[in-house]
């Protein structure tokens, strides 16, 4: 991997981790475009746990909040009334699903699920739950109002953004629309719910991230830091403006944005210009 290339990858990864528009999908365009390589399943995990990174300081003051309250709820039944300690336990049963398909299918996420036919069809396809969800949620219902059975929900949506294409954020947005949540209800939740998911799958990753014998982009120690520096930056910023954004506007800018790059990357596979493997 050159510096351009783990820089590039670094500022795609903070741009769109947060944007319902998946940023596995454009991390396995953009290598596949540019560079004529696959940067692999590995970097991406990697580098999102400099998004992540964003998250835990962007949410700071409601983690340490949530984490408390549930830590005293544990012996505290009294804290067990409690929203913030409730909504501890739907991140924590909300990550389940994501965790064991992951597992489940590790290798198959690695590999067949990086294929460009997959990942452009997925981006269309997807763009219509999404459109949807933002025209049949009622959008009536806060994190106030947020239970169990819409963790749940939600963490099967998550599990789906297993596949590159899907989009994080725009699965469990779309899942929190169609449960009634407000666009910015659903997006804190997905937000919150994808903490344990990422940092599990980034840490577990790192040792795979420099392994060349699976041949494709291979950054060095400091390339991969520099990208996952770039992501964090990014990332943060990409927070802010898409709750501010989703306060007043629609999804539908990102159901068109879909379309338009899953049409170009089947376009680009017809006539021969990129490999799909």
């Known amino acids: 991997m050159t510096w351009t290339e783990a820089i590039v990858l670094g500022i795609v990864q903070g741009l769109t981790e947060f944007l319902p528009i998946s940023s596995s999908g454009h991390m396995r365009i953009t290598s596949a475009i540019f560079f004529g390589q ?7 995990a990697v580098t999102q746990l400099g998004t992540e990174a964003a998250v835990l300081l962007y949410f700071a003051k409601d983690i340490w909040r949530i984490s408390k309250t549930w830590v005293v709820g544990l012996w505290d039944k009294s804290a067990r009334k409690e929203h913030d300690y409730k909504m501890a336990w739907y991140v924590i049963i909300g990550s389940i699903p994501i965790g064991v398909i992951g597992f489940a299918f590790k290798d198959q996420i690695r590999t067949a699920a ?4 997959l990942v452009s069809i997925v981006l269309i396809v997807f763009s219509f739950v999404l459109a949807f969800a933002e ?9 106030e109002r947020f239970k169990m059975p819409d963790a749940v929900t939600m963490g099967f949506a998550q599990a789906l953004a297993l596949i590159p294409g899907v ?8 899942a929190g629309l169609f449960l009634g949540l407000t666009r910015e209800a659903a997006l804190r939740f997905s937000f919150l719910l994808a903490i344990p998911a990422v940092v599990m799958s980034g840490v577990f990753s790192l040792p795979d991230v ?3 014998s699976g041949g494709g982009l291979v950054p060095s ?11 964090f930056g990014l990332g943060y910023a990409s927070i802010a403006w898409l709750l501010k954004y989703v306060s007043a506007h629609t999804f539908y800018p990102f159901v068109l944005y879909r379309v338009a790059v899953g049409g170009i990357v089947l376009a680009l596979l017809m006539n021969g210009t990129i490999a799909a493997t």
């Open 38 to 44: 696959d940067a692999g399943a590995s970097f991406t």
């Open 114 to 117: 990086r294929n460009l036919w």
């Open 135 to 143: 025209y049949f949620g009622r959008q009536a219902r806060t994190l």
């Open 167 to 174: 989009s994080r954020s725009g699965g469990t947005a779309s």
């Open 210 to 212: 420099f392994d060349k």
């Open 221 to 231: 120690g400091a390339q991969m830091i520099v990208a996952t520096i770039i992501a």
